[in-house]
């Protein structure tokens, strides 16, 4: 039987204080390990070289979408059978890389997401926690899924999966993607419990806020074009039912009193005119979508 041939990626964007020994504790785990440096301005693809890493340099800063979508690429071209992700800013534990890799050397997931909020303890600041559990409703909502932990970058992939991933979104909004991409295809999703260290004195390179608000955009994006029908089609049912409720009420309080209800009666159009108009461009984009 072959033996399988581990990678681990680590898209980093001005991470030198921490990839060296991120480099050296992956290494201990898998075959190969690759860093996608994506323009940033320290030192940091010289070390991750003198660490052991293949270095892949970006000029400018990309985001971690399109690290990735290289990442998946040298993947294939080196013929992994299994990658991880992982980040370079030492949040995530290289040594708990075989608990991500081992539910698909066994062959019971064909990929593997880490959860910060299982079993193990991890330090997550609470605004962060609370976006987190918004985003990740709005991915489950948008699939099938039932993932805890929809924004974490610690994963594990199958080289059946390789393929799958249409890398869409250039930024953070990647990792919904990446998982609505695999429910989509029907791949078997299992997760298990990571720690992740956070560092609360080194400022985050983004605004969370703005950052959030982002990748939820990205997710209704997704979801809207990949599902159409239950993201414009139920609310536009639910529009219209609600409509056609006003409508009764404007009946009967003409019938009571032989007045026309005037805001009732205007509620009535908005609601039955906007469902109409989200239930047809739900079946219009479902019937497009289905002959692509």
Known sequence: ???????????????????????????????????????????????????????????????????????????????????????????????????????IITGVADAVNGSRFMDKNSDTPGYRKLGQNILTTATNIGSRLKITDSQNGFRAFSKKTFTTFKFKTPGMGIESEMLLDLDKEGFRILEVPISCKYDVDKP????????????LLTIISYVSAAHPLTFFGIPGFIS??????????????????????????????????????????GIILYVVSSTL
């Not at 605004?207 to 990748?215: A, D, I, R, T, Y």
């Not at 409508?247 to 906007?274: E, H, P, R, S």
Request: net charge negative; no cysteine; aromatic share 6%.
């Open 1 to 103: 039987m072959k033996e399988l041939t581990l990678a681990a990626t680590i898209p980093a964007y001005n991470e030198a204080a921490t990839i060296g020994s991120v480099v050296l504790k992956a290494k201990k785990h898998v075959d190969k390990v690759l860093v996608v440096d994506d323009g940033s301005t320290d030192s940091i693809a010289e070390i991750a070289s003198l660490a052991g890493a293949e270095v892949i340099k970006h000029d400018q800063n990309l985001g971690k979408g399109v690290a990735l979508k290289e990442a998946f690429n040298w993947a294939i071209q080196k013929k992994i059978d299994i990658l991880v992700t992982l980040d370079g800013d030492g949040q995530h534990n290289p040594d708990e890389i075989p608990s991500l890799t081992k539910p």
């Open 204 to 215: 985050s390179k983004k605004n969370p806020l703005s950052h959030g608000v982002s990748v």
């Open 240 to 281: 219209f039912l609600v409509g056609i409720n006003f409508g009764l009420k404007v009946v009967n309080i003409f019938y009571d009193t032989g007045q026309i209800a005037l805001g009732t009666a205007l509620l009535m159009l908005l609601f039955i005119t906007g469902g109409a108009f989200a239930l047809f461009a």
